[in-house]
């Protein structure tokens, strides 16, 4: 394992770093510093401190852990590995995903989800511990969003305008979310014992990578969401 103090250095010199043959680093000092990890395999990275837009953009199989917060566009076009964030995230995170695990403790900005899109046998999935920002799944495509609203303290788990576009995939929120307001063009229900049998293992490692409870997690009824099968914005997005 290799320490790298990134308290001097610009993003261009912590990702030549990164790029070395080692495969597993800690790294020190973050602040800002963008595209961290972009674009790669086959790394396991700790990073203390705040990362910059775009941490894990494009990311091929490496695992990246934030004990902290990070800023926007997090896991941007990842197409597989994971990424944990300990504390919140900014806005735009998992845009346009198509595999890959994006799991946070705490709290999303804006837009999180947005085009995110299932790609072959590729299921991208995003878990959002506390609450979201608005405009969740914006346009999503494919993949599998749940957000937990742990410590919401009553209020609505996500923003205005959720699923907006929404024409695929999947969106598990927790709670019955009758005071959260969704277009005509998507579906809710109560999830069924199916429902959660799909999300049981990803909410399982999420609770095992926090330190929480799952089955706590789970005795809480869920709302499903889902694009109406005579859903517009399909035929607006997808070829017949």
Same mark, same amino acid.
């Given at each position: 394992?290799?320490?790298i103090?990134?308290?001097d250095?610009?993003?261009?010199?912590?990702n030549e770093k990164l790029?070395?043959?080692?495969?597993?680093?800690?790294?020190?000092?973050?602040?800002?510093q963008?595209?961290l990890?972009?674009g790669?395999?086959?790394k396991t990275i700790t990073?203390?401190g705040?990362?910059g837009?775009?941490?894990g953009a494009?990311?091929?199989n490496?695992t990246?852990?934030?004990?902290t917060?990070?800023?926007?566009?997090v896991g941007d076009?990842?197409?597989?590995?994971k990424i944990? @964030?300990?504390g919140?995230i900014g806005?735009?995170? $998992?845009y346009a995903?198509?595999? &890959?695990? !994006?799991?946070v403790r #705490?709290n999303?900005?804006y837009?999180a989800?947005?085009?995110?899109k299932?790609?072959?046998e590729k299921?991208?999935v995003?878990? @959002?511990?506390?609450?979201a920002g608005?405009?969740l $799944?914006?346009?999503?495509?494919g &993949?599998? !969003?749940?957000v937990? #609203?742990?410590n919401?303290n009553?209020n609505?788990?996500?923003?205005?305008?959720?699923?907006?576009?929404?024409?695929?995939?999947?969106?598990?929120?927790?709670?019955n979310c009758?005071n959260?307001?969704?277009?005509?063009?998507?579906?809710a229900?109560?999830?069924?014992?199916?429902?959660?049998?799909?999300i049981?293992?990803?909410?399982?490692?999420y609770?095992?990578?926090?330190g929480?409870?799952?089955?706590?997690?789970?005795?809480t009824?869920?709302t499903?969401?889902?694009p109406?099968?005579r859903?517009?914005y399909?035929?607006?997005?997808v070829?017949?």
């Amino acid at each position: 394992m290799k320490i790298i103090d990134a308290t001097d250095l610009d993003y261009k010199i912590l990702n030549e770093k990164l790029r070395d043959t080692d495969s597993e680093y800690i790294i020190d000092g973050c602040c800002g510093q963008r595209f961290l990890a972009a674009g790669m395999s086959d790394k396991t990275i700790t990073i203390n401190g705040v990362p910059g837009n775009a941490l894990g953009a494009y990311l091929n199989n490496a695992t990246i852990t934030v004990n902290t917060n990070a800023q926007d566009a997090v896991g941007d076009t990842m197409n597989e590995g994971k990424i944990l @964030i300990h504390g919140n995230i900014g806005d735009a995170a $998992g845009y346009a995903m198509r595999g &890959g695990k !994006i799991y946070v403790r #705490g709290n999303a900005g804006y837009r999180a989800g947005i085009h995110m899109k299932a790609y072959k046998e590729k299921v991208p999935v995003m878990i @959002i511990g506390g609450c979201a920002g608005s405009f969740l $799944g914006e346009y999503q495509a494919g &993949g599998i !969003i749940i957000v937990l #609203g742990l410590n919401s303290n009553g209020n609505p788990i996500v923003g205005n305008f959720p699923c907006t576009g929404m024409h695929g995939g999947k969106m598990y929120l927790r709670g019955n979310c009758s005071n959260i307001k969704l277009p005509e063009q998507v579906t809710a229900h109560p999830a069924d014992t199916e429902d959660l049998d799909k999300i049981h293992n990803y909410l399982s490692e999420y609770c095992s990578d926090f330190g929480l409870d799952a089955e706590d997690i789970l005795s809480t009824p869920f709302t499903v969401i889902t694009p109406d099968s005579r859903n517009p914005y399909k035929q607006m997005y997808v070829a017949n």
